[in-house]
């Protein structure tokens, strides 16, 4: 019934579900899992396409963050052994942009770890940013943690087009994982994004003890933030972490959050990130199918991704066609739901 009641809402009264609505849905038994995933399928299709857009990132600046988030080995309080380095030479990030487009991707983010960018650092990254879209034409994103107003404005003029900065957890769950800035400090940035004229990216990582309730309230805090894209990632835990030790998820826990995530945000990009290759396992296929419709290819910030062919292949033999570029007006929803989606064009699969 609950699989039903979401159907009905998403598909033909073209609605967003209600917090009661997906939390019968997230309580229905992991045996339901064929159906809930075979539902999110269809409302990604429904709401946004076949698509799948591909993003490579580069770790710019490498560790040593004062930050103390719990999961993250980029923090200079644990000792994690994590490669830590300052800014790159733009020569450096300029490579690994047309790495990137050799790869099939169309979005690269550039990725540092800061509490937030001061000066120097914020001039570097606008000339990187600057110089990436002049010598290889792709889209440009930033992560460089939370900005205040005037470097928003500042990097939107600069032609950012996406920001990166994640919840990373629930509101109730936020406090146990990271004391130096608090979630509301987070929510800001993510507005202040928005409001200087960028897309926003904003998601989390799943599995660092969230309850199932937890998990949807999650889904509902980022969805009142309007992303253009919610990245997923599966705790994969770092060594030397207070997280290291954590289970991982199991691969049926990690394919009904995914398809919650789609059913809550039903217009997103829904990217699956780091941790997908360890929690997914054989059942990476799966989460393309669960309502993700949106991969990092290549590395991620500290640990290593499978080869850019792999996903090629893999999008390939589900006949998912690789969206070329972040879609302009992609999703167009209103107090009515989705409306048509514009045209638009696909690029082979394979890598050029
Ligand atoms: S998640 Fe970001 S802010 Fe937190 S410790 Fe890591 S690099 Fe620093």
Known sequence: MPLQTAERALLDERRRLTRDEALAVARLPLDELPSLVALAHKVRLAWCGPEVELESLINAKSGACPEDCAFCSQSVRYQSGVDVYSFLDIDEIVAAAHATRAAGATQFCIVVA?????????????????????????????????????????????????????????RAL??????????EDRVNTARLAKDAGMELCCGGILGMGETLEQRVD?????????????????????????????????????????????????????????????????????????GANALIV?????????????????????????????????????????????????????AD
């Open 114 to 170: 800061v509490r937030g960018p001061e000066e120097r650092l914020l001039r570097r990254v606008i000339d990187a940013v600057d110089a990436v879209q002049r010598e290889t034409g792709l889209e440009v994103a930033c992560s460089l943690g939370l900005l205040t107003p005037a470097q928003a404005d500042r990097l939107a003029a600069a032609g950012v087009r996406r920001y990166n900065h994640n919840l990373e957890a629930c």
């Open 174 to 183: 936020f406090p146990t994982i990271c004391t130096t800035h608090s979630y």
């Open 218 to 290: 999650f889904a509902f805090e980022l969805a009142e933030l309007e992303p253009c894209e919610v990245p997923v990632n599966l705790l994969d835990p770092r060594p030397g972490t207070p997280l290291d030790g954590q289970p991982t998820l199991a691969p049926r826990e990690a394919l009904q959050a995914i398809a919650l995530f789609r059913l809550i945000l039903p217009d997103t990009w829904l990217r699956l990130a780091g941790g997908r290759e360890r929690v997914l396992g054989e059942l990476q296929a799966m989460g393309l199918l669960a």
């Open 298 to 350: 290549g590395n991620y910030l500290t640990t290593t991704g499978r080869a850019p062919e792999e996903d090629h292949a893999l999008l390939e033999a589900l006949g998912m066609p690789v969206a070329d570029g972040p879609g302009e007006g992609r999703f167009i929803v209103d107090s009515r739901g989705a409306q048509a989606l514009p045209a638009r064009r696909s690029i082979p699969v394979t």
